[in-house]
């Protein structure tokens, strides 16, 4: 994955899709990622998702699961609340940005068990 330095772009849009189970986020550099639901639960960044071993990000498989809110959290990242109660992930911008699953970040695109 990309090494993004802090704070390097910020969210100017957050628009939850429901009917299209995603997430739309656009950046000050209007670039725009669309994130699937079941994508951004699966790299949840918590230390329960993801441990305590500084190992690359791994994608924790889970049900079904849809968005309940979305809070900030101070000038750098957002909390997403999932409909199974799951709220401890903290997904900073940068996080969120290196996620991203457009073609530019991601060439080989999103492995079907993580759509």
């Given amino acids: 994955m990309t090494t993004y330095t802090a704070h390097n772009h910020w969210p100017v849009d957050v628009n939850l899709v429901e009917a299209e189970d995603r997430l739309a986020i656009t950046w000050d550099d209007d670039h725009v990622s669309d994130y699937p639901l079941r994508y951004l639960r699966g790299f949840c960044p918590c230390a329960n998702c993801q441990g305590h071993s500084g190992e690359p990000p791994k994608f ?6 849809h968005i309940s809110d979305i809070m900030p959290v101070g000038n750098y990242a957002m909390t997403i609340v999932w409909d199974s109660g799951h709220d401890t992930g903290i997904y900073s911008f940068d996080w969120l940005r290196e996620l991203c699953p457009c073609e530019e970040h991601k060439p080989a695109g999103i492995p079907a068990e993580q759509r």
Avoid: K, M
């Fill in 60 to 65: 924790v498989p889970t049900n079904n699961e």
